[in-house]
């Protein structure tokens, strides 16, 4: 069963009042929309998945609690467009939870696990076209060599790369354990002991397939747009590159602009967009009991002025 890391933060920091618009970006099984719907007596929830196994799961646990709420079927990338479709042009919280639920995790069909044996896929939407197979067997050893730095931050990146073009040279790689063992083999011994080798490289490979750190960046100056002032914004991360994007995308908002810094009267237009709440960590307790929240940060900021 899928665990919502940091939940309890997330729901307090929302600042959740009636009658006002809240959005979760990232639904998966519901486990902060359930939260954000309890508290929420008044007024409406949209939660936003590509997953359809999950928004059919969550359908079902947010019906029991109200009808307050519109799941839509769409990447947070697209977050913007489909508000606006719906007549909605502000919202008063906002919450991603950048991390690959659970239920997706442990289904090996899915093809984002190193540890079952499955077909090469990864794809969160599985309406998307492009997929773990085509990123492993199609891409060039110079595009490989660069996502795996990119996305996985894998040292190893370049000699893992060119095993890999090396053995599709005469077989297609077709499923998981085949290219853990295709990594397994491309480095050494004692780089196996810190963890598992494949990790890295199934991270960047997830993060190519599902375009997630370019819609992520766009998705969160979106949300930053349509926050209303007094509105919070929640983001749950799990490994440096997205935090790096959330820490770099508040600092912009929240840090008064060069050209006055320093003038005894701050003009309102140079004034910050944002201030920052806080940063937090799971207690030693939730990653005793949730394992996959050891490596997750929450970051808070709330809109105290309006964009121009």
């Known amino acids: 069963m899928h665990k919502s ?5 997330t729901i307090k920091n929302l600042n959740i009042r009636d009658n006002l618009i809240y959005v979760d970006a990232t639904l998966g099984y519901a486990g902060h929309s359930r939260g954000v719907l309890k508290k929420l007596k008044k007024g409406f929830l949209f939660a936003f998945d590509q997953d ?43 919450m991603f939870d950048l991390g690959v639920s659970s239920p997706q995790l442990d289904n090996a069909e899915r093809g984002f696990s190193y540890h079952h044996d499955a077909l090469l896929d990864m794809r969160m939407n599985k309406e998307d ?6 990123v492993v067997n199609n891409y060039s050893l110079e595009k490989l060599i660069d996502i795996f730095f990119k996305y996985g931050e894998e040292k190893y990146a370049k000699s893992i790369a060119r095993k890999i073009v090396e053995y599709r040279s005469n077989k297609k790689i077709e499923t998981t354990l085949e290219l853990v063992s295709i990594i397994s083999s491309a480095v050494p011994e004692k780089y196996k002991r810190d963890g598992h080798p494949a990790r890295k490289v199934f991270q960047a490979i997830r993060i190519e397939v599902n375009n997630e750190l370019e819609a992520f ?22 490994h440096s ?13 929240s840090e008064v602009s060069e050209v006055v810094k320093g003038l005894p009267n701050i003009p309102e237009q140079y004034k910050p967009v944002l201030k920052i709440i806080g940063r937090y960590t799971p207690k030693k307790d939730e990653i005793n009991n949730n394992n996959r929240a050891r490596s997750a940060t929450l970051r808070v900021a709330e809109k105290i002025r309006k964009d121009d």
Do not use: M, W
């Open 5 to 9: 890391v940091l939940l309890n933060e």
């Open 52 to 94: 359809r196994q999950a928004i059919a799961y969550s359908d079902k646990v947010l019906s029991g609690i109200s009808d307050s709420y519109e799941i839509i079927h769409s990447n947070f990338v697209n977050l913007k467009e489909e508000l606006l479709k719906r007549n909605v042009t502000g919202i008063d919280g906002i």
């Open 129 to 134: 076209k492009l997929t773990a197979y085509d």
């Open 217 to 238: 960046s766009k998705a969160l100056e979106d949300a930053i747009e349509l926050l209303n002032v007094g509105g919070r914004i929640c983001v749950i991360t799990f």
């Open 241 to 253: 590159l997205e935090d790096r994007i959330c820490k770099k995308t508040f600092k912009k908002y």
